[in-house]
């Protein structure tokens, strides 16, 4: 990425964190997540198409195909085409839950959020690395839970 447009993010999120009081950490990490997704699907888009299809049976069952293809799916794939575009899209996220030596409990590095303990998976506040500081669940972070299908207290 340019340096430049690095820059004018970082001091657009620290205006942001003062205008609306949100966390700098938390918008640089939303920032982040931006970045990767852009960085993934433009890596796609400049890569040769793979076929999209989703394969239900055999030792690579919920995998996706990426046979090599002209448009979206393979021509194995192809005539499945309306069917699968039926399916709803469940997005899956690669969750990794350790323990935070700050603070001595479990938490997911890339949202802040903590969890209660090992027997009780919910989440209870959200750790700001750059303040070391732990703060109860607010109703804003509700969203991001359920994206993750993190549970909650609400």
Avoid at 63 to 87: D, I, L, P, R, W
Wanted: aromatic letters at 8%.
């Amino acid at each position: 990425m340019d340096r430049t447009f690095i820059d004018f993010m970082n001091k657009y999120n620290k205006i942001l964190s003062q205008e609306y009081d949100i966390d700098k950490s938390e918008l640089d990490i939303l920032y982040q997540g931006l970045i990767k997704n852009y960085s993934k699907s433009e890596s796609k888009s400049e890569s040769k198409s793979v076929c999209q299809a989703i394969l239900k049976t055999g030792k690579s069952a919920g995998k996706q195909c990426n046979k090599s293809c002209t448009g979206e799916y393979c021509n194995k794939h192809n005539k499945h085409k309306a069917k699968q575009a039926k399916a709803p899209l469940n997005e899956v996220h690669n969750v990794i839950i350790r323990n935070n030596p700050h603070i001595n409990k479990l938490w997911h590095e890339l949202t802040g959020f903590v969890f209660e303990s090992r027997e009780n998976m919910h989440v209870i506040g959200r750790f700001n690395i750059e303040s070391k500081q732990l703060r109860k669940l607010i109703p804003g972070d509700i969203p991001l839970c359920k994206q993750w299908r993190f549970k909650h207290e609400s």
